[in-house]
């Protein structure tokens, strides 16, 4: 039976979240220049990772004049000045390292930062929104949308591998986008029980996330392990269950009172959590409540994005009323291959966080730099945890073994 003429005005679409058919969650075209009133704040960001080199950066943005936000009018600028802002400050708070952070963010930086913060709803501090979704273009704007042709419109310490590690997280992001447009799809074949549709979509989104596999693989050409670890992650890093400032950061000129930020984490991309609660995936406990605390690091519209996929009639549910092992086998390739990008990405973080912290360990034990100077000195207070705070690889595995309890019960003809 056909659906009622009124329930199509109830269909759901992405249209009110601001993903983009062609980008997903990637920002369009990004601008790549501020109003005049704003260059200031542009002749610093554009040039942080030879300031922190030069030991200048600070001294930079303790001369910066106050500006007023009142000329940032479109999307597109606020988005650049809070990357530009955000990088700003992390350079500012970690340009010793750990054992010389600063206590206050200056008004002039703070003010602004935190007055750009609120018209976005985010936080002022670096997020995956900044870094990634909003931080890149392409040097040939006609070109294709590849390593080669992608650069950053701002970076931090750590030079190619600070743009490999950015931009091959860009890709990750776009080839998901299949997987996002089918989710529309997904949503409303089970409001209408349509169970073709949604199986065929299943697939499409599985595919998707193979893609999205293959995509991260690139970080192992784009990014050196030990440039990782020992320089850029401090600059990842975030005022929050971080031994460096245990008091987190004082915003001067918006409130006397520290305030602690997670810093960037993969768990800021909405990619995810979108799967998850399509998928019926739960996260229970410290994992869940990490999760959860890290969608207040996504722009609204996204992070809505996610909790109206949540609200919707359950699709393990629906899948497990119908009889047919189509929809079934796409169902659990879904889950499976979201299974596979976890583990994969377990794999990345043992190579560009465990092993080099253990190496680490040793040199430091040995009294040893040389030639591993820079992993020798990395920040012991990131040993254990990522950049969002997290106990990594505890929380990793979490993730992934409460994935695998979506699986459905295997029966004889499946593999």
């Not at 979240?17 to 980008?23: A, I």
């Not at 988005?79 to 340009?95: E, I, K, P």
């Not at 273009?137 to 490999?164: A, I, Q, T």
């Not at 074949?189 to 999205?212: F, H, N």
Request: glycine share 6%; aromatic share 8%.
């Amino acid at each position: 039976m056909a659906a009622p003429e009124s329930d199509s005005e109830c269909l759901f679409s992405l249209d009110p979240y601001h993903v983009s058919e062609e980008l997903g969650f990637i920002l369009p075209d990004p601008l790549e220049e501020l109003p005049p009133y704003y260059q200031p704040w542009m002749d610093i960001a554009l040039h942080v990772p030879e300031l922190v080199h030069s030991h200048k950066l600070r001294l930079h943005i303790n001369e910066m004049p106050l500006l007023s936000i009142q000329f940032l009018q479109k999307h597109s600028e606020l988005r650049l000045a809070h990357l530009a802002l955000s990088v700003m400050t992390m350079g500012y708070v970690w340009q010793e390292g750990e054992n010389d952070t600063v206590e206050k963010l200056p008004h002039n930086l703070a003010v602004p930062y935190w007055e750009v913060s609120q018209r976005l709803g985010l936080p002022p501090i670096l997020t995956h929104a900044d870094a990634v979704l909003a931080n890149w273009k392409k040097k040939d704007p006609d070109g294709p949308f590849d390593m080669e042709n992608l650069e950053l419109l701002v970076s931090l310490p750590g030079g190619d591998s600070v743009r490999g590690f950015f931009m091959v997280t860009l890709l990750v992001e776009l080839a998901a986008v299949p997987a996002l447009r089918n989710i529309p799809t997904v949503i409303n074949g089970v409001r209408c029980g349509d169970t073709e549709a949604v199986a065929t979509a299943l697939e499409e989104i599985s595919q998707s996330m193979q893609d999205m596999t293959d995509a991260l693989k690139l970080m192992h050409d784009y990014v050196d392990p030990s440039v990782f670890y020992g320089i850029m992650r401090i600059y990842l890093s975030g005022w929050k269950d971080n031994t460096s400032m245990p008091k987190g950061l004082v915003y001067e000129g918006v409130q006397e009172e520290p305030i602690e930020y997670s810093g960037g984490s993969a768990a800021q991309s909405s990619l995810l959590h979108c799967f998850d609660e399509l998928l019926g995936i739960k996260h229970e406990e410290t994992s869940g409540e990490f999760l959860t605390r890290m969608r207040n690091y996504m722009p609204p519209a996204h992070k809505q994005l996610i909790q109206d996929i949540s609200l919707q009639p359950s699709l393990k549910g629906f899948v497990q009323q119908q009889a047919s092992e189509r929809l079934n086998q796409a169902f659990q390739r879904c889950v499976k291959k979201l299974l596979a990008l976890r583990s994969y990405h377990i794999k990345v973080v043992s190579r560009y966080i465990t092993v080099p912290a253990a190496r680490a360990r040793q040199l430091r034990n040995q009294s040893r730099e040389s030639e591993q100077e820079m992993i020798s000195r990395a920040p012991t207070a990131l040993e254990e945890r990522g950049t969002g705070g997290s106990g990594i690889m505890s929380f990793l595995k979490t993730v992934r073994n409460q994935t695998k309890d979506t699986l459905l019960p295997e029966t004889g003809k499946q593999k």
